[in-house]
C-alpha cells in the first residue's frame, strides 16, 4: 500500500493578473516505510508539497491520498482528525509551545489523538532521542537540536505512519543536524515509517531512499 | 504615505482648533444688546406740564412736586477758606419721576419693598483752587423706604441731606474723599424766575419749568478734604427748578452763569444751543439788585460770547472764558473759570465749575459756571437720556 | 526611512492602531473630564458679587437667614453709608435646571461701573425698571439653554412659573453661568418675597464702618474670603472625583501600556532584522519612542476633545445634586484654559513615555538576524510579588491609621490599590497554573496552562481589568451600601404620621396660614391627635444650621446615637444640645464640648451632649430646644409639624378634616414615604456622578479586556497554527480560546472581587467621614454590583474573544505557522 500519493496535483497562485502554477500536475509515490528526500531550489514549491501531504492546503487540481485516503476530498475536522492519528509533522523552527514543557510538547500530540499519556512511553522515545535528562525543561532552556529532537519525539509519539518534515536540520549546525538525522534514521527505520522530508542539505537527503528534484512544478528524480 | 499624513494632520488641526474654541475671552466682553432705549425727550402723556404761571406758596414748594417728570435742588457756592483758599461747591438733587405712576399712590400696598414713583440721583463735587483739584461724587436711590426725598424741612438722598434751620438751611454731604457742612442763610429773598417763576424754555406748550432761585446765601461751616478740616465762609445759590418736558427737541444743551457781583448784585444767565450754534430765543436771565429787587432778563437783553476753549482728554471743546454784554445795565463783564478741570464724567457729562468775574481785567466777582451738552454723543447722549426718560 | 517603517507597519494594522490610539484617548478624555468638572465646580463659586461690583466687593449676611429690608433701609442712611445694594436671591428652576436669580438694585448697582458689563454701560441703562420684568442673561448661559435673546425663559420659582423675556444678552463671567439678573423690584413683585434679602454687597466700605454700624445678626465677608468658604464647601466632593480621575488614569495608562506592548510583539520579526541589517539600539530606541510619543500626542489631543464633551456632560449629572446641597450653581459649562490642556496633553506624553521604557528594553532583548525564539521576560515569582506588593500596602495602612486628613486617606487608597495591582499577576497566574493542574488532561487545563506563556504580555492588561473592575464594583457598592444606609436613617428619623408645612404652591404670595404657635394649636387640637412635634430650620452664616425641635416621647427613638448621653432632661431645659456626625467632625466637638452661635441676642454658649446620625447636612446641624431657639431668636414659625395620631385613627381621615374644617388648602402634607422617596430620589442624583465614574472606569476596563484579548491572539497566533497542524480541530482551538478569553475574565474578576470589598470598606469607613463627615455604618456590603458585573464582564469578555478567535481560526494556518 502506498503511504502517500500525488496523482496531478496543480496548485497555483494568483500572482497579480497571471497565475503561477507552484505545482503542475505533480505525480508523487511514498511507499510505506520509504522515506523520500525532496529537494529543489527555494520558492519551487516544496513546503507547498508537504502542506498539501499534510492536510493544511488544498490542490486546484488532482489528487492526494494518504494510505488509501482521499486526503483533499475530507472536509476540515476529518482532515484535522486524520493529520492528527496519522502523520507527524517537523518543522524547520521546532515550533514548540514555549509554555509547555519538553514532556508536555511531547504529550500534546497525545493529548490532541485522544491517546492516554503513557509517561514511560514518552521518557523510552525520549531516551530513544537523547532527550531523556531534559524532559522537565521548557523550549527556552534547550538547545537547537535538542528542541528538535523534542519536535521528532512529537511528532513520533502517536505512532504515525507518516512523517513531514519541513527542512528539519535547515536551523541547526553540521555536527548537530548529523546527530538529530541520525537519531531520525534510526526512529523511523525501528518504526517502518515513511517520511517525506524537504531538505537542501546532502546530508539529510543522504539518509533517504530516494532523493527527487522538484523543478518547474514536476518532481524529477535526482541524477 | 503623504495622504496619511494629511489626514493625521488635518485631524490634529481639527482638534487643535475645536479646542482652541473651547477658551473664553479674557474680561468682560461690550454688551451685545441694550433694551431699546428709545431716544425720547419728550415726557409721556402722564406727566403733569407747566403750561402757565400759577401762584407759588413757601415753605410748601420747597417740597417735591409728584406729577412732575424732574425736579432739581441745586445748590453752587464759592467759598474762602483759611490764608485765601478759594474753594466751590456744588450739592444737586435731582428727582427723576418714573412712568408707573399708576403704582405710585403711596397708599397701595405695593408689591414691592422697593416701587418707587421717582428715582433720584445727587451730584456733590468739590472744586479746590489751590490744588486745582476737582472732586466729584454721585449716587442714586429710589424713592422707597425713605432711601430719598424731599419735605418742606428737609431735602435728602441717603445721608446727604438738607435740613431746613431756623434762618435756613444745613447742607451734609460727604465721601471718604471730601465733603461739606455748611450752614446756610438765605441774604436776599426769593427770585422768581420768567413770568412769577413759569420759565418758558421752548415754542411748545409744557416746553416750561417752574423755577425759583435764592441767589446770595450766606454761607459758613466746614469742608473736609481727605481728613483735613477747614473753616470756610462764601456765597451760596440755589435753584429751584420743575417740569416736564421743558426743554423742546432742537436743542443741543445750554450754558447758565450765576454771577455774584461784589457791588451786591446778581446776575443769572442762560443760553440755550440750538442744533445750528445759535442762541433760542427762549434763552433768559435776571438782574437781582442788591435790595433783593429782580429784572427778568429775555434773550435780546443780552449777549455771550465764547472766547477761550479748554479741550479734554477725551477731545471735547469746552467754552470756559466768556464776554458778557447786558447794555441795559451798563454791564461788560469777562467770566473766567477759575481752573479748567471742573468737568462731570459720571453717568451726565457737564461742566460745573467755579468762575472768576472780571471787568476790564479787574475783579468784580465770583460765580458758577454750567455748561451742557458738548459731551452727549453718543453712548454717553444714550445714557443721559436713559436716566432722563426715568 | 524611520517614518515609512512606522507608517508601513501601522497601515497594516490599522486596528491596533485605533485601539491604542483609543487606549490613550480614553485615559486623557477621563482625566479632562474630571478635571474641567473641578474647575467647574471651583470657579462657579459664588462670584456674582464680584462681577457685578467688582473684585473688592464686600457682601453683609444675617447671621440668622435673611436680611429684612428695613435693616437695608436703616443702613443706607446711616452717616458715611456706603452705596449699598440690596440682593435678593432666588433659586428657580429652567428646563428642568437648577438656576438662581439675581435681583438687584439696578440703581445702585449701575451707580458703580459693573465690570460685568464692560466700560460705558451701567445695569441701569440695562435693566429697563419701567418696563414689565425681563431678565438679563450671560451669553454662555443662553446659549448652553439653547435659546435666543428674543425668547422667552420659563422660570419656576417654588411651584409657581412665570415667563421672563430677556431684556439683555451680555458677555459676562463664569460666576453669571447659571444667574439670571434681575431688577430687585420686579422679583419681589413677581415671586412675592417682600420684606426680606438675601445680602447687601458694596464694593467699598472700611471695616471700622462696618464695625461702627453693623447690627449684631449681620455679618460681613470680602469676596476673597466667601469664595474660600464656597471652596471649603465643594471640597470633599472634589478630592474625590480627582482621586477618582486619578484611578481612572493609572487604569487607562495600563491600557496604553499593553497596547504598545502588543505593538511591539507584533513587530518581534522587523525589530530584529532592523537590527541585524544594522539598526543600533539608539536607533531602536528614537523609533519606538518616537511612535510612542506621536500616539500619545495624536491620542492625547483627541482625548482632550473628548474630555472636554465628557466634562459638560457631567456638569449636566452635578448641576443638580451641587445646587441641592451645598447651595451652589455650577459653570454652565466647563471652562478649559490652555494652560489646563496642556498640562494634561504632556502627562500623556510622560506616560507614554513612562510606558515605553520597559518595552524599549524589551525590545533591545530582540537579537539580531535570524529570529530565534527568545525567552519572553519572566514575572515576578508569587513570592517577589507578595512582597513587593505588601511593602505600599503596608505604607498605605498606615497612613490611613495615623493621619486624619482626607488627602492623606486618598494617597493610602492609592498606595493599598497599588501594593494589590503588584501583586496581582503573580497572584492571577499562580491561581491559573494550579486550576490548570487541577485538570491537566482536559481541554481546560491545556488552555489555561498554555496562558502562561504570554504572561509578560497579559499581565498589563490583567491589572488594568482587575482594577477597572474592582473601581466599578467598589464605587458601586459604596454608593448602595451608604444608599441603604441612608434609607434606614430616614425611615428611623421620621416617627410620625405625617408631616405638615405651609402650602407654598397655592399660594406664592405671602402665605395667609405660618405655622405659629397658634396654628399648631389648632392642628393639635384635632381629634385623633396624640402628640407633635415640630422643627424650624436656620442657616447661620457661616453655613452651620440649627434645628430646633420641639419633640414628644415618641419622635425620639428617631435618632442613632453616635457618641455622647442624649440626656432628653439637660435637652429639653435648654442646657444641652445635639450635634449631627459632620457637625462634630468638621467643628471638632466631642460631648461635654461647647460651642458657640450667634443670636439676635448676642452670642450664646452650648453644651453638646451627644452626637446623632444623620447624613442631610455634611456642613453639620445643631439640634438644640425649639423653646429656648425661639427665645433666642424670636421666631416662632415652624417650618414642618410632624403629627402622632391615635392608633386607632386612620391619616386619610383626619387629613381631610385638617383641609376642608381647619386651614382649606392653606397647609400641605407629606407622609414619612413620600419623605423617603423624595430623600432617595435626591441621594440618587447626588450619586449620579459617581455612577457615571464607575461605568467610565467599567468602559475603560473593556477596552483593557479587548486589548489584552487581542494581544493574546495574535501572541499567540504561531502557537494556535502549530496546534492546529499538530491536529487540533477549529472548533477545538475556537474553544480553547474562548476559554483562555473566559478565564483570564473569569480571573480578573476574582481579583477584582476582594480588591472591590476592600474599596468598598475603605471608601465607606475612611474616605466618606473625612470627605463628608458622616460615616456609613459597616454592614454586609451589597452584592447586586458583584451580580451586575460578573456575568457582564464575562459576556464582554467573551465577545471580547471571539472577535480574535474567529479571525486567528479562519486565517490560513500555513501563514500562521510560518510567520513570525
Ligand atoms: N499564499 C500564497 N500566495 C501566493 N503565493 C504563494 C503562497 N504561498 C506560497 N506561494 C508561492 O509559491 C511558491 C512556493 O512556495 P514554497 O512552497 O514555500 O517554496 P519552498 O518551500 O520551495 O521554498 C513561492 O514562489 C511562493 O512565493
Ligand atoms: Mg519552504
Redesign the interface.
Known sequence: MTALAFRSVTRQYSAGSSQVHVLDQLELDVAEGQRIAIMGASGSGK?TLL?LA?G??LPDEGRIEVFGTAVSELD??ER??F???RMG?V?Q?Y??????TAF?NIE??L???DQA?SKSEVVALAGELGIEPVLDRR???LSGGEQQRVAIA?ALIHKPNLILADEPTGSLDQDTANDVLHVLQQSLQDRQCAMVMVTHSDAAAAICDQIQVLDHGRLVPAA | MRRDVILMVCIASLCLVWLGLQFEPEGPGPVESLSGTSLLASAPEMFKRVTRPEPLRFPADHAMHPGYRNEWWYFTGNLNGPEGARLGYQFTLFRFALERTEVSSQTDDPPSDFTAAAIWMAHLALSDGRTQQFFQHERFAREALGLAGASEQRWWLRDWAVRATERGWHLKAGTDDFGLDLQLQPGKPIVLQGEAGYSQKGPQAGNASRYYSLTRIETSGQVRIGDALLQVNGQSWLDREWGSSQLSDDLDGWDWFALQLDDGRDLMLYRLRQSDGTASPFSAGVLVETDGRYRVLTANDFELTPNRYWTDAQGIAWPLDWSLQLPLADLKLEVHAVFDQQRWDRSVQYWEGMVDVKSSGAPVGRGYLELSGYADTGEQAANTLAIERR | MQARITHRFFKRHLGQLLLALTGIAAGIAVVTGVALLRGALLESLDAAGSVLVGEQTISVRSETGRVSVRQYADLAVKPGAPDWIPVLRLPVQVNGQRFEIVAVDPLVAGAATSPMLGPGSSLASTIDMNGPASLVIANRTLNALGLDADDELVVEHQGQVVELPIAAVVEGDRSMDRRLLMDITQAQALFGSRGELSELWTASVSSDWLDEHLPPDLVWQTSAERRDSAASLTAGMRANLTAMSLLALATGMFVVYSVLNFLIVQRRHDFGMLRALGLPPSGLLKLLLSESLLLAAFGGLIGLVIGTWLADQLLALVAQPVGELYGQLPLVESAPSPGLYTAIWLLGLGAAILVSVPLVREAYRVPPGRLV????PRGWTLVQALGFGLFPMLAGGLLLLLSSGLTAALAGLFLILSGMVMMMPAAGFGLLAWLGHLMP?SLWG?SL??????RSRIAPALAALTLALALAMGMAMMILGFRVALDDWVGRLLQADVYISVDRTEQAVTPAVQLDDQTIGRIAAQDGVAAWSSIRQRRLADGRRIAAYDLPEQAWPGFEWIDGTPDRGQFEAGLAVFVTEPFARNQDVAPDGVIEIPTPQGQKQLRVAAVYRDYSSDQGVIAMNGVQYRDWFDDPIRDSVGVYLQPDQPLTAWLDDLSEKVFARQLSWITPAEVRQQSLDVFDRTFRISWALALLVGLIALIALTSALLALGLERA??YA??????????GLMQLIMVQTGGLTLLALTLAVPMALLMDIMLSSSIQPRAFGWSVPLDWPPLAPLVWTVPLAVLAGLLAGVYPALRIVRSP??RN??A?
Open positions: 513546503s502542506h499534510a493544511m492546503d476540515e475536522p484535522t482528525r493529520r492528527a492519528s509533522l518543522f523552527d515550533n514548540l509551545i514555549d509554555s509547555l508536555e500534546l500530540a493529548w490532541l489523538t499519556v523550549p527556552g532552556q512529537r | 525564539r527568545s525567552q519572553p488532561r491545556r496552562v498554555l496562558l502562561q506563556s504570554s504561531r502557537e502549530t496546534l492546529r497542524a499538530l491536529g487540533l480541530s477549529p472548533q494556518l500555513i505557522l510560518r513570525d
